[in-house]
Structures are given as C-alpha cells and as structure tokens.
C-alpha cells in the first residue's frame, strides 16, 4: 500500500511539475506575442536575436555549468547549422513554407553529428587538452567555408532563401516568433532533461568521477550525450541566426563569438538556464551599447574591440557583486528557488 501510494504521489507531483511548465511556456510565448506588436521593427528584431542566442546559451549551459565539459567551439557549431540551412534552402527553393522547418531540422541533424565526432573526443580529454580541442574546432569550420569556394561562396558566404511570411504578418514579427519557437522548445526541452535522471548524472560526472562510476554512471557515455545535446542547441541557435540574416558567411562566426557564448553563461548564472536568458540578452544589449558609444566617432579600431571590452568589466563586476552570475541575486532568484528544491 505504501510503494502504491509513493508511486502515485511520484506520477502526480510529476504531472504538476509538466502542467508548471506548460503554464510558463504559454506565458512566455503570449508575452512574446504582445511584445512583437508593441516595439518597433528593429527592437523585434533585436527580441528576435535574443531568443536565438538562448538555444545555444541554453546549451552550452548545460555542457559546461551542469557537465563540466569547456567549450570554445559552439561558434563554429552554429555556423554548421547556418550553413546547413542555407544550402537546404537553396536545394528546396520556391516548394512552400514547410522547406524551412525540413532545413532547420537538418541543421539540427548536421550539428549533432558532428557534436557526437568532437563529443567521443572531448570524452577522453579534459582541462586545457579540451578546451584546446574545441578551439580547434571554433578555428577550422569558419576556414573550411572560406577555402570550398564552389559549395560555400567562400568569404562571401551564401544567400538564406526564404519564402514571404504567411498572410500579412511584418517579416520582423515573423522572425521573433520563429526564433522564440524554438527558444521555448529548447527550455522546456532542456529542463525536463536537466531536472531527470540525466541531469543528475551530468552533475555527479562534473562534481565527481571517480564517485559517479561508483555509483554506476558511465562518465563517458554521459559526456558524450551531453556535448550531442549542445550542439544540437548550438545548431539550432545558428539555424534561427541564418533566418534572421538571411545570409550565412565566415565572419559572421569568428573566434571572439564563442567567447562572448562563454562569458555570457558565465555572467548570467553558469549552470542555470534562468542565467542562459540573462546571457542571451548580454549578447544583444552589450554589442548595442557598443555601436551607441562608438556612433558618429571615426573609431573602428575602437568599434571592434569594445564589445570584448565591455563584457569583461561586466564579467568582472558581476562575478565581485554575485559569483554565481546575475541569476544568483535574490531579486532574479525567488522565482526560481521552489523549482531548485525540487531538483
């Protein structure tokens, strides 16, 4: 009687938990809504930026908050998404709006494949070994598009072709909703695995390995599964990104962007995706906050190094004021605790 009933109270707490978050996604995508018919074109395009920055925070949020696991090459995951998208739209040109979904789930294909490559790798690597191989990565993907001239365009890049919006919808407005889709299914997505069995086991291999094999989780099948779940996000994040541009090229995704991903996680919350969300707007606000200093200044020397200025004395400030990122202050914190109770 008392298993019956402990598994009964298990079913229904858990059945509350996904109603909780079904009632925050809806929440969130009306607030979305009404906020595309409020702001003028460019701040929805911006919101729009946002959400598609979020899918790669949110990721590599887990990878090295929740996991361990650093990093440096989720710019060169996104730019496979983009391409991918890219080079599926321009096969499937001119057949209807449903090509766009077929392509952004072949980036989303695209990128965990080669997720699952550099995942078997950075499985048995850790420390400065790892971050030099995703390194590696975050350089020879950007010099691979430059170098195929015939299937990428080379420093050119290539065109996004996209249908028009349906009916009379503004194609700003369009893209936030696209983008903050898919934000959305990726946090809902994400929680629920974090929140799971996985997710524990993701933090017992970060806080201990030796202990984690002891009590019989596999250290590098988790790790693995991990890096196939960032990149999957990443890939998603650069699919949104080529929508948004509707152009793909090899200076869109250069080095210094995955290290602004990096210092935004670290700076929202590293290991919250409440943090991924403050990390995602970082990545719009700062760059913005750049262009508005450096406007009407014949300064481009100053212009390109700004934003990396300005995200470190962020990062600087943030981790004396809060170390455990923006999500961590109590005013940001409240609405999340009840939640972390339950993990």
């Known amino acids: ?187 809902v997505a994400l929680t629920v695995l974090v929140r799971g069995r996985f997710g524990r086991e993701m933090r017992a291999v970060r806080d201990d390995e030796t202990a984690a094999r002891l009590a019989g989780v596999s250290v590098g099948r988790t790790q693995v599964l991990a890096f196939v779940v960032s990149a999957a996000c990443a890939g998603l994040g650069g699919a949104l990104f080529a929508v948004l541009a509707q152009s793909v090229s090899p200076g869109a995704f250069p080095l210094s962007l995955s290290l602004f991903l990096l210092m935004a996680i670290v700076i929202g919350g590293l290991g919250s995706l409440a943090g991924a969300l403050w990390g995602a707007v970082l990545l719009v606000a700062l760059p913005a906050v750049a262009h508005s200093v450096t406007e009407g200044i014949d300064a481009q020397r100053l212009e390109g190094n700004l934003p990396l200025a300005l995200f470190g004395l962020t990062l600087i400030v943030v981790m004396l004021a809060a170390p455990g990122g923006i999500a961590s202050l109590r005013p940001f914190r409240r609405p999340f605790a009840r939640l972390r109770r339950k993990t």
């Not at 858990?14 to 074109?41: C, D, E, H, K, Q």
């Open 1 to 187: 009687m008392t298993t019956g009933g402990g598994k009964s109270g298990e079913s229904g707490e858990s059945g509350m938990t996904v109603l909780r978050y079904l009632m925050w996604t809806v929440f969130a995508a009306a607030l979305i809504v009404v906020l595309t018919y409020a702001l003028p074109p460019f701040r929805t395009y911006q919101l729009a930026t946002v959400g598609a920055y979020l899918c790669v925070t949110a990721g590599l949020t887990v990878l090295t908050g929740l996991n361990g696991q650093l990093s440096l090459g989720h710019g060169a995951l996104m730019a496979t998404g983009a391409y991918t998208v890219a080079l599926v739209q321009d096969g499937l040109a001119g057949r209807g709006q449903w090509t766009l979904l077929v392509s952004v789930l072949a980036a989303i294909g695209t990128t965990t494949v080669v997720g699952g490559v550099v995942g078997l790798a950075a499985a048995r690597l850790r420390g400065p070994y790892l971050a030099g191989l995703t390194l590696a990565v975050a350089v020879v993907v950007p010099a691979v598009a430059s170098t195929w001239d015939e299937t990428f365009n080379s420093d050119q890049g290539l065109s996004v072709v996209l249908d028009p919006p349906p009916g009379t919808v503004p194609f700003e407005r369009w893209q936030a909703w696209l983008a903050w889709a898919g934000a959305l299914v990726t946090m």
